[in-house]
């Protein structure tokens, strides 16, 4: 298993950018699929993104495609999450979660961090 601790997050204005990172610790982080979930008040906790092990291969919210990008450097163990044009609804806690396989992210089965915090307003 890895352990994840999510950064980056914080307060914005309407239009602006903010890129998170998910820093692992563990051996063969490589190997490992990895997501990014949000949660908002009062809402479920929604996948945002993820990626496969090597970053060959990337999946997106359909409401997200084309302002979030998900990318990952094995070197330094670490996904990033970029995200541009926010809107206040993009305002939730963001969570990295990593697994072997796909579907254990998305079913939630993977190891989680311990989240960053996203606030969105003028």
């Known amino acids: 298993q890895v352990q994840l601790v999510e950064s980056g997050g914080g307060s914005v204005q309407p239009g602006g950018s903010l890129r998170l990172a998910c820093a692992a610790s563990?051996?063969?982080?490589?190997?490992?699929?990895v997501g990014w979930y949000r949660h908002a008040p009062g809402k479920q906790r929604d996948l945002v993104a993820t990626?496969?092990?090597?970053?060959?291969?990337?999946n997106y919210a359909d409401s997200l495609k084309g302002r979030f990008t998900i990318s990952r450097d094995d070197a330094k163990n670490t996904v990033y999450l970029q995200m541009n044009s926010l809107k206040p609804a993009d305002a939730a806690g963001y969570y990295c979660?990593?697994?072997?396989?796909?579907?254990?992210?998305?079913?939630?089965?993977?190891?989680w961090g311990q989240g960053t915090p996203v606030t969105v307003s003028s």
């Open positions: 990626i496969s092990s090597g970053g060959g291969s990337t």
């Open positions: 979660t990593a697994a072997t396989r796909l579907e254990s992210i998305q079913r939630r089965f993977g190891s």
């Open positions: 563990g051996r063969m982080f490589a190997i490992y699929y």
